[in-house]
Every structure is written in structure tokens, then in C-alpha cells.
């Protein structure tokens, strides 16, 4: 089974700290992603990387950046974080190839700025 | 996403009852993900639709795509607690499956 890990299910984090959110899979998947979830909004994607140290903006890109200098690894960084920036984290892999292949998703960070 | 319309947005029936939830896209699909949430989880895969007319189904659950590509339903017969949760559907409008575009989510409680 294909396995995506998040480091933390919930976080607290004071408003101007930076925050690391990082994500593991283990199916040497080529493709990542950072989304958040917010209620009523869905899932808006931030970043995703289709390779080691490549990387892509989504829609949501402002206040955020990404790192991936290993394959299995995603990493979702807040420089400053700021209220607006409490949500619901979720990291994706997905293969890549021919064929269409689902995302398959973590668990989820429950991330909270005060 | 105005992309992708999901509605309802909440819906709430009694065992036994089968229901309905749709996406609907202002663009050609060139797939159609749906996936299911347990409150405060990750999302599980259900199913995937590519061609005009396909349907698919697992257990209780169907889902189809219409004809035109634009419009997916998720239809659930004889609902159980177990099928209680968000359920998103994720729309692939670039052809490479490589960045979805996800609906607002329905949320189903199913009463016992």
C-alpha cells in the first residue's frame, strides 16, 4: 500500500514564526503536493513538484515555498506565519507514466496560528 | 472552485436511503476523480471516469460521467453510518493528471 506521512496531525504556532510542515511517501512516486483546506472552499493547491528540486505554483502560492531535495520528501514552509494561514494541510503524491494515476493523500496537519 | 460546482453541499438522509451528489464543470473533463474524507483525514480514492458515458461502481457506490464530459454523480444506494464523511470530486482539465482541481465537498450524515 502506498503510505504518505505527515510529521505532525496538529500544530500551534505563534503568528511570525516560521513553520516546517513535511511530508514522506514511500512508493517513489514522482509527483507531490501541498494543498489546504479551508470550509467551504475545498482543497486549493499551493505547490507541487513533479521531480527532486523542481517545483510548480498552484493557485495559492502567497506566503509560502516548498522544498524537495530527495524524492520522497515534500516540504511545505511558512516564512512568517499569519492567522489567515490556519488551516487544514494536506500532502499528495502521485506516479507518474503513460497511464492517469490517483493522488494519493497524508493524513492531514491541522495547523493553528495565534 | 468556480471550475467545479459540487452540490448539495450538505446532505443529510436516513439508513437505508440512496442519495445522489454532483459535480458539475464549466469545462471538458479530461477526468473526473471522486473522493471520500472521514472528518478532520486524509482523502480516500474512490473511483476515476475518462470516457463520455462511463460509469463505474464499488460496493454501494456509482459514479458516472455524462456524455459531454461536464458532468459527474456519485449515487449511493441503501446509505450506512459507514458511508457518512465529505465526499470531493477532483477534475483533471489539462489531460496530463498531473494537477487536479477539487470541488468544495459534500458532507453526508447518514442517520441510523
Known amino acids: 500500500d502506498v503510505k504518505v506521512t505527515q510529521s505532525s496531525r496538529y500544530l500551534v504556532k505563534r503568528t511570525g514564526e516560521k513553520v516546517f510542515l513535511e511530508c514522506v511517501q514511500d512508493?517513489?512516486?514522482?509527483?507531490m503536493f501541498w494543498y489546504r483546506q479551508d470550509p467551504g472552499l475545498g482543497l486549493r493547491l499551493i505547490y507541487f513538484?513533479?521531480?527532486?528540486?523542481?517545483?510548480e505554483k498552484g493557485d495559492i502560492p502567497e506566503g509560502y515555498s516548498v522544498s524537495r531535495e530527495k524524492k520522497e520528501r515534500f516540504s511545505l514552509i511558512l516564512e512568517s506565519a499569519s492567522t489567515n494561514q490556519t488551516s487544514m494541510y494536506l500532502c499528495?503524491?502521485?506516479?507518474?507514466?503513460?497511464?492517469?494515476?490517483?493522488?494519493?493523500f497524508g493524513p492531514g496537519t491541522r495547523l493553528t496560528v495565534t | 472552485s468556480q471550475e467545479l460546482e459540487q452540490s448539495p453541499q450538505s446532505l443529510i438522509v436516513q439508513e437505508g436511503k440512496n442519495l445522489t451528489i454532483n459535480c458539475t464543470s464549466s469545462?471538458?473533463?479530461?477526468?473526473l476523480y471522486w473522493y471520500k474524507q472521514k472528518y478532520g483525514e486524509g482523502l480516500i480514492f474512490l473511483m476515476m471516469?475518462?470516457?463520455?458515458?462511463e460509469e463505474k461502481s464499488h460496493e454501494k457506490i456509482t459514479a458516472k460521467l455524462d456524455e459531454k464530459k461536464q458532468q459527474s454523480s456519485l449515487h449511493i444506494t441503501a446509505s450506512q453510518p459507514s458511508h457518512a464523511g465529505i465526499y470531493l470530486c477532483?477534475?483533471?482539465?489539462?489531460?496530463?493528471?498531473?494537477?487536479?482541481?477539487f470541488g468544495s465537498g459534500t458532507q453526508l450524515t447518514v442517520l441510523p
Open positions: 499528495a503524491s502521485k506516479r507518474s507514466g503513460g497511464g492517469v494515476y490517483e493522488q494519493y
Open positions: 512508493m517513489d512516486h514522482e509527483n
Open positions: 513538484s513533479y521531480d527532486v528540486k523542481m517545483k
Open positions: 469545462k471538458t473533463l479530461y477526468g
Open positions: 471516469l475518462q470516457k463520455g458515458g
Open positions: 477532483g477534475a483533471d482539465f489539462s489531460g496530463s493528471a498531473r494537477q487536479l482541481t
